[in-house]
């Protein structure tokens, strides 16, 4: 802008208000600028310029409605959460004076009950004495009833211990004879046990031997009915071989039987010419 206009404007403005003229020349300035950039700018560089600004308007608006629903969902939430705070505040208030009410009946049922083991130690006192002498009097009675009971017991433990001696010493006698038969069982069965062993030794030697004897035997068995069915192999192609001799034999003497009889038809009809 011009110097002049400058000196012009501040002094129109006065010192007293140089902030404000400030402020205008600043403006004044920044509408300069946008008159030179707009002059210097093609009408294609305006055209594309005015349709970026429209789509930063549109862009603007639309994050305005985001920013305005957004807004109303915080402003839901948040009466839904003050909402929330006063139940549960109501809660806590109700919850508080059920413990007031709570401790209170505690301490009143705390001295009751205080009261009452008061009244009944007071009367458990007085009565302790009544009892004592009652009970010191049972346990006397008891007392002679056990010392009676253990003179009973004491004559039953003597009789029961001389059965018991007699049991005892009976049950030794039957151990000492069950040991003596175990022993001369044991013998026995020593005795026959080294029988049993000798006799399983000679069985498995017998076996051992059955089991040879019996492979000799498979062998001559296998033997003998190889040769049988050779022989009757070649029984078989004996008579063939007969069969085939017989039956040659009987072609042959058929032949000739043929011939001669030829030759003496040839001989008889010679004779009669």
Known sequence: MNPGVDNLILSEVGTSKSREGMFFLT?????????????????????EKMRYLSQVSAQERQNAGIIE????ELKV????????????N????????????????TEEGIKRTKTEAEKQETADSKNSEGKKEKLMAELNELKAKHDNLTTEHR???????????????????WI??????????????????????????????LDERFKTLEGEYKTITEAKNKAKEERETAEREMLL??????????????????KALKQKNKKGKKGKK
Do not use: C
């Open 155 to 173: 004559e039953e433990e003597q009789t029961l211990r001389r059965k018991k001696w007699k049991i005892e010493t009976e049950v030794e006698n």
């Open 27 to 47: 403006q004044l300035n920044e509408l300069k600028d946008i008159l030179m950039e707009k002059l210097l700018m093609t009408p294609l560089e305006e055209k």
């Open 77 to 88: 939430a948040n009466e839904d959460k003050d909402h929330d705070i006063r139940l549960k």
């Open 90 to 105: 109501d809660v806590i208030r109700k919850l508080q004076n059920d413990l007031h009410m709570l401790e209170k009946a």
């Open 69 to 72: 629903t957004l807004e109303e």
């Open 241 to 258: 071989m007969i069969k085939a001799a017989t039956t040659i034999q009987a072609v042959w003497r058929s032949y000739k039987v043929r």
């Open 176 to 205: 000492q004879k069950f040991d003596q038969d175990m022993g001369e069982k044991q013998d026995e069965y020593e005795e026959i046990d080294a029988v049993y062993t000798e006799e399983k030794k000679q069985l498995n030697e």
